[in-house]
């Protein structure tokens, strides 16, 4: 794919439209537990234009899931300083407040979830993130409110639902999705 789009990119035109296939193709490696070649992708797609936010915060994502969270803010934060009335901030803002939960910067963490929820109250995932935050802090009054926030949002959200998304198999990965489950059990989360 990169040598043919190499041959083809010509014009700005040609170059964003590059930029979003392989943005799309970064959506697909995630959910296929390949961060590693989507992050190479993001790579190949910033030589071809650096200030496509996009391929930014999905280095941001990938390092997430490759278990290097303590790398996702820089991403994530040019990717917003680029687009910074991005309409999908909200989305860019949780794998940060998500990655500081997998490294235990746990001083950061509310903040994070608090920002997204500012910029979109009703994306369940940062209600979600926030009750996990606060329990994992002793904060479980202000962590079951949170948590009935998201429920009010995804009434179907289930510890269960979570352990059935694997986007993965990183070491350190696995073990901040343990903690967040561990979050969001102390706040009140259901099972199943």
């Not at 903040?111 to 369940?124: A, D, L, Q, T, Y």
């Not at 993130?129 to 179907?156: E, F, I, M, S, V």
Request: charged share 20%; proline share 3%.
């Amino acid at each position: 794919m990169i040598k043919k789009i190499d041959e083809d990119v010509t014009s700005t035109a040609a170059i964003q439209t590059v930029a979003s296939t392989l943005s799309a193709s970064i959506a697909n490696a995630r959910s296929t537990n390949r961060a590693l070649q989507g992050l190479t992708e993001c790579e190949r797609a910033l030589e071809l234009d650096r200030n496509f936010a996009d391929a930014h915060a999905m280095i941001g994502l990938a390092k997430y899931m490759m278990g290097c969270g303590a790398e996702t803010e820089a991403h994530v934060n040019q990717a917003l300083r680029l687009s910074p009335r991005d309409i999908l901030a909200y989305r860019r803002l949780s794998p940060v407040a998500f990655s500081k939960l997998q490294i235990g910067a746990d001083n950061e963490v509310v903040s994070w979830f608090r920002r997204g929820i500012e910029v979109n109250r009703n994306f369940p995932l940062v209600h979600f993130g926030l009750a996990a935050a606060l329990a994992l802090l002793g904060k479980l009054n202000d962590a079951y409110a949170a948590a009935k926030a998201g429920q009010a949002l995804d009434p179907t959200f289930t510890i269960r639902r979570v352990k059935s998304i694997s986007m993965s198999n990183s070491t350190p990965y696995l073990e901040g999705s343990r903690r967040i489950l561990k979050g969001l059990r102390l706040a009140g989360i259901p099972e199943e």
